[in-house]
């Protein structure tokens, strides 16, 4: 028994020395040998950079596929992109040879403000903003956007504190204030004479505004509205610029008429005097250090009885007369509060484009490094192999890239929604953004953290912008509207369409919903490369699962309202198929401006990568649990997705570098690892 468990004993030894002979043979790269002996070690020649430009061959034009994406304005963000690198004041520097440009995150809350603040005053004095305000027309908004879309590519600080003076402070006024407040306040603002922001959320209520607690009432013997702040809770919080730099704010508080609480109303407040001191009967304070956006200055607001004018309140929607009396055209409150939020449609839009941006910045930095840095030989002396060669590389790349495609198209598609509103649009455009910005943000905090990690420790540098940009655009998925209650919302609206229907002569028509009334489409037994591939097939896929997914959360509701629960609770209690559903037609309307986009081609090498590209991203969507977990996919076709998902990556792999070219960001917008990494890591840089 003793010699057995002895033998048993050197066996197990001896498998585990073999083991790590196999181990290090492959880590050295040595033959394999069936003796033991100690393998000499000889040095590898030295790695050098090769640009893969110099391998890597375009198949189509880039140029045409930036004007697709980028859609308008391309002179105008070329004109900031150079105004931009051509200034001390954004910190260029030189690595390995090419000139950058970031912020310098080294510096403190302090510097990074102030520094925010100056880039500001630069752009100002070269006309950058001219006219966001006082123009009017669809160029201007696109421009404007276009401007937005470029700062937000150097920091998000300064696109963060550009947007509460110009959407929110300046968008309130357009929105709320009739001619009076724009003739008087919007040039001023514009001009920067003023500078606003924008007092909505509070430590108590961020996205119930509803329930805010700031209280505001009318003095009809002085002619005066009374804000006041009359607990802790009900302090202004992350309000943008009110730190350092704000002189006037939009407040939001319950307008409070003759003992009658007439709901949420808007009006201007002034909070620091021309010389930048703060008013009487004002209190301010700074939100402190955050993990991201030090370079916007968030402070927190109360206020202790303090008199406005009457004209300070933003009447476009309800008025007060001097003797006190409460006017509104719009009787009914729950109309009378959806038209104070029309200004966050704006923001909203502003968000979901920027996080696009990001993801583009993310993905051309990750995917130029994979094609340059290797890892490993799949044989002794031979090279090793570029990281984007690797299949599990290019799946795990790949599809966020075809999703940043697909969001580009979005985004696009929500741009002109928003610049060509009527008011019969603004329901479409209050789903559409709500949806866009919340799947957009989230996204990019994925294809940010992938990009990262794809990295490997070259990501966790600040010079190398993946990481960092995580924790700047973090607060993208709560501020604005949190996410989770953006699609629920989203699903809501689906709910009520679906009700609207159900009435006699009616059918579906908005919001993209008009496939229910059509009949079900229907996924075949048996799936191929050629069905998989088919724009139609995919449409019908992410349509099948809307539809569903609709029936059964309306089933959901009623049987929980049939026992007698309101139907908020019935909301509430259903979150998990409001989840799913929000993310159906966020998906689905996705696709379809894919597909629209991809339609305005000539059929050539353009119009088969974007062919690529789409079915990409349409079986990645496929690829949610909820087609095996509601059966619309059986566990034979997921398989199959699966298969041609890599098949499709495979594909793409020689278009990589032309795609992230194609996304028009200037090399000094990216960081060191995306071009010469091993000159930028020298020796000789270090000392520089």
């Known amino acids: 028994m003793a010699k057995k468990e002895k033998k048993t004993r050197n066996s197990a030894m001896d498998r585990a020395f073999q083991r790590t002979k196999v181990l290090t043979d492959h880590l050295l790269q040595s033959p394999p040998s069936s003796s033991f002996q100690t393998p000499s070690l000889s040095s590898n020649a030295c790695l050098n950079y090769s640009p893969p430009e110099l391998s890597e061959k375009y198949a189509f034009d880039i140029n045409d596929m930036r004007k697709l994406m980028d859609g308008h304005d391309l002179e105008e963000r070329d004109r900031l992109f150079g105004m931009i690198t051509q200034s001390k004041v954004f910190n260029p520097r030189v690595r390995g040879g090419k000139v ?130 009359p607990c802790e809770s009900a302090q202004k919080y992350w309000i943008g610029g009110a730190a350092n730099h704000a002189t006037h704010t939009i407040v939001f508080s319950q307008l409070n008429i003759n003992g009658t609480n007439q709901g949420v109303h808007a009006l201007i407040a002034q909070i620091r005097d021309a010389d930048g001191n703060v008013r009487p009967n004002i209190r301010i304070a700074d939100c402190g250090h955050k ?55 704006a923001g909203r839009v502003n968000i979901a484009v920027n996080a696009v941006y990001q993801s583009k910045v993310g993905l051309a930095i990750a995917i130029r490094y994979a094609l340059t840095r290797r890892a490993f030989s799949l044989k002794p002396k031979e090279p090793e192999v570029l990281l984007l060669d690797y299949p599990s590389h290019q799946r795990r790349l790949l599809p966020l890239l075809a999703k940043t495609f697909a969001m580009s198209f979005g985004a696009n598609y929500l741009k002109m929604l928003y610049v060509k509103r009527t008011p019969q649009s603004n329901k479409i455009i209050h789903v559409v953004s709500s949806s866009f910005k919340a799947t957009f943000t989230w996204s990019n905090m994925q294809i940010l953290q992938e990009c990262r990690e794809a990295c490997g420790g070259q990501g966790l540098k600040t010079e ?115 989840e799913d559903l929000g993310k159906a037609f966020s998906d689905r309307t996705i696709l379809q401006t894919f597909v629209e986009a991809e339609a305005t081609l000539a059929a050539g090498s353009l119009k088969d990568v974007l062919g690529l590209l789409r079915s990409l991203y349409a079986l990645n969507c496929l690829e949610d649990g909820a087609y095996l977990r509601y059966g619309y996919l059986s566990v034979e076709n997921a398989a199959t997705v699966r298969r041609e998902i890599t098949k499709i990556c495979s594909e793409l792999r020689p278009h990589a570098l032309a795609l992230v070219s194609s996304f028009g960001i200037p090399d000094a917008y990216l960081s060191p690892i995306a071009f010469n990494w091993i000159d930028a890591n020298s020796w000789s840089s270090a000392q520089h």
Request: with cysteine.
């Open 100 to 229: 950058f440009v970031s912020p310098d995150y080294n510096q403190s809350m302090e510097q990074q403000r102030e520094m925010t603040w100056k880039r500001i005053e630069y752009l100002f004095e070269r006309g950058v903003f001219q006219g966001w305000l006082t123009g009017e027309g669809e160029e201007i908004e696109m421009r404007r956007f276009a401007c937005f879309e470029v700062l937000g590519l150097f920091d998000h600080s300064i696109s963060i504190k550009l947007g509460v003076h110009f959407f929110l402070w300046g968008g309130a006024i357009q929105f709320f204030g009739t001619k009076h407040h724009h003739d008087k306040w919007l040039r001023d603002t514009e001009n920067y004479l003023i500078k606003g922001c924008f007092a909505m959320t509070e430590l108590g209520h961020g996205s119930n505004v509803r329930g805010i607690e700031t209280i505001t009432t009318y003095d009809s013997n002085t002619g005066e509205f009374v804000i006041n702040t």
């Open 291 to 345: 993990i991201g956006l030090n370079g916007v200055d968030n402070g927190r607001i109360w206020f202790d009885n303090v008199r406005v004018p009457r004209e300070n309140l933003l009447n476009s929607v309800a008025d007060v007369s001097p003797d006190g009396k409460y006017l509104s055209a719009i009787k009914d409150p729950d109309q009378r509060f959806a038209a104070f939020l029309a200004p966050l449609t």
């Open 464 to 578: 190398n912008r993946v990481g960092h940009l995580k924790a700047e655009h973090d607060v993208q998925s709560t501020f604005e509207g949190d996410n989770n209650i953006l699609m629920l919302q989203v699903s809501k609206a689906l709910f009520a369409e679906y009700m609207a229907a159900q009435k006699p002569n009616k059918a579906f028509k908005g919001l993209g919903l008009e496939h229910m009334n059509k009949p079900c489409p229907v996924i075949p037994s048996q799936l191929t490369t050629t069905t998989l591939r088919c724009s139609q097939f995919q449409i019908d896929a992410l349509c099948l699962r809307e539809r569903d997914l609709l029936n059964r959360f309306v089933a959901e509701v009623s049987q929980c309202q049939a026992k007698g629960e309101s139907k908020e609770h019935a909301f509430i209690m259903s979150y998990q198929l409001a």
